[in-house]
């Protein structure tokens, strides 16, 4: 019997008086691992945010360069000298065509005779000179601002950049002026989705009470009320340089 109460007290206190385990201590060698391990980590996390950073802001500057490249090229090529540039004979011949309506004339301009695609779509040429323009000026400006962008990340924006322009000028364009035809791969890059993609996309942000897609309709459908030195509204399908130079217009 003692030995059994012995072996119980002993249980008992066993239970009541756990033996704690002894901390080790931190080594020197450990720690310093653990810092450069953080640090590493640190150092990581800043150059991801530091790259993503500045692509954002060279995606920015590719924006309101693209949008001052349209302005240029819609006021100073196309409305420039017809009997000079192809451009400018293709689009004034457009306007010409073009009444109060929107709708377009009845012209051997846009049968058999002459190409019936004249200054309403972006076909697979026009595409390609967007391309290799913003190329050359993406180039540039990484160049001169500095902003350390890699050539690869260059030509993917200016791809979906010249995507994205072709696409929406070959829905809203034709769209403006009620022509229901949606180009094919052969011919150009088509309208997303026929033509609702860029509908249904632009018509969930408001401007001026009305969605943006129909802003953008307003906004080229000045463009051809506008006449001589009043003309303005040149961007079509990248809004920004006509609040730059002052030839936006709302009437």
Not at 112 to 126: N, T
Not at 158 to 166: E, T
Not at 180 to 202: A, H, M, R, T, V
Not at 225 to 242: F, Q, S
């Amino acid at each position: 019997m003692t030995g059994l109460w012995e072996q119980h007290d002993l249980l008992v206190f066993s239970i009541e008086h756990p033996v704690k385990p002894q901390k080790r201590r931190t080594t020197r060698s450990e720690a310093r691992i653990l810092t450069d391990n953080y640090n590493i980590n640190t150092l990581h996390f800043n150059i991801i945010n530091y790259k993503m950073l500045t692509e954002i802001t060279y995606s920015a500057l590719v924006y309101f360069m693209f949008s001052m490249t349209e302005w240029v090229v819609h006021k100073y090529i196309m409305h420039g000298d017809k009997d000079k540039i192809s451009f400018a004979r293709d689009h004034i011949t457009h306007h010409i065509h073009t009444l109060p309506d929107m709708k377009l004339t009845s012209s051997d301009s846009y049968g058999d005779s002459v190409d019936k695609y004249l200054g309403l779509y972006f076909i697979w040429h026009s595409s390609f000179v967007v391309f290799l323009v913003g190329c050359i000026e993406c180039f540039i400006l990484s160049y001169i601002t500095g902003l350390d962008v890699s050539a690869f990340f260059i030509v993917s924006i200016v791809s979906l950049f010249c995507l994205y322009q072709s696409s929406f000028w070959n829905t809203i364009h034709p769209d403006i002026h009620e022509i229901p035809l949606n180009l094919s791969w052969n011919e150009g890059i088509p309208g997303w989705n026929g033509w609702n993609g860029w509908k249904q996309l632009f018509g969930i942000i408001m401007i001026d009470n009305m969605s943006l897609y129909e802003w953008l309709k307003a906004n080229h459908r000045m463009h051809h009320v506008r006449k001589g030195v009043n003309k303005g509204n040149y961007n079509v399908t990248l809004p920004g340089a006509d609040f730059i130079f002052g030839t936006y217009y709302k009437d």
